[in-house]
């Protein structure tokens, strides 16, 4: 027989998501000083290291039945840090400091889609606190894929060596709709609750490989064109997504 576990002590095992969790909270940390210190592509891969992170931490928490209240309150505050604050901050120092109020005032458009949309994702979460399975579809864009998205303009400038591609107002103006997406009343697959038939899972595994390793060989290029096909994605999905989510909440007939 198994011993008993202790309700008053965690196991070091158990501790690994908030661990996880707290890594990429110094991560984000990490990047906004790199970003300062115009260290840019050093910064970028730090935030993407904190969005792998993200994507890892709740579900081995879950796998490992060590979720906690505050578990979820601190990766929702590591959330806010890593993809509502960090990705505009690097933006910001790395091509709008010129234009002071213009850029700024993207920056807190940004910020507060982001920090609008956890808090909207939490009160909905302890709505559904025990109600059961995930949900298929996210409202509006997911907070990292917006943080992933947000800093397209430094991917393709960094694949083509140069020190900018989008005029200083435009680029605002994509980082303030990129927020406004993240707070959108539209439904976006979510790949979480995604399952593929048996017979298809090598070739799955196959083109998982294939997209590491174009992301680690071709960072920004393949950066670039993921972040592309995600958006087309999304546009292409929308009706389809609609339907399917007025369908889950159809009333079912007796």
């Known amino acids: 027989m198994s011993p008993k576990r202790d309700p008053h002590h965690l196991t070091l095992i158990q501790l690994l998501p908030n661990m ?3 890594t990429a909270i110094c991560a984000g940390l990490t990047a906004i000083r790199f970003g300062l210190q115009g260290n840019y592509e050093l910064a970028v891969q730090l935030i993407l290291l ?4 993200d994507g890892v931490d709740g579900r081995l928490a879950r796998a490992l039945g ?4 505050m578990g979820a309150e601190l990766d929702s505050l590591a959330d806010f840090l890593n993809f509502g604050v ?18 700024w005032l993207a920056v807190l458009v940004y910020a507060v889609c982001a920090v609008t949309r956890l808090a909207r994702f939490n009160v909905a979460r302890k709505a559904e606190d025990g109600a ?7 409202m509006g864009i997911p907070s990292p894929a917006g943080a992933i998205l947000v800093m397209l303009p430094m991917y393709v400038s960094f694949a083509m060596e140069r020190s900018s591609i989008l005029p200083d107002a435009l680029l605002a103006i994509y980082i303030a709709v990129i ?8 439904p976006v697959w979510s790949f979480k609750t995604t399952q593929i038939s048996q017979r298809r899972v090598k070739m799955f595994l196959v ?20 972040s592309v096909v995600y958006i087309s994605a999304v546009v292409w999905m929308l009706p389809s997504s609609r339907r399917a989510l007025a369908k889950e909440k159809a009333p079912r007939e007796p």
Do not use: C, H, Q
Request: negative net charge.
């Open 66 to 69: 060590s979720d906690s209240k």
């Open 86 to 103: 960090a990705p505009v901050m690097l933006l910001y120092v790395w091509a709008l400091d010129d234009t002071r109020s213009l850029g």
């Open 179 to 186: 927020g406004l997406l993240m707070i959108g009343r539209f």
């Open 50 to 53: 904190a969005a792998i992170l």
């Open 20 to 22: 996880l969790t707290v």
């Open 207 to 226: 083109g998982f490989a294939a997209i590491g390793a174009a992301i680690a060989i071709y960072t920004w290029v393949a950066l670039a064109l993921l």
């Open 132 to 138: 059961g399975a995930e949900n298929a579809y996210f």
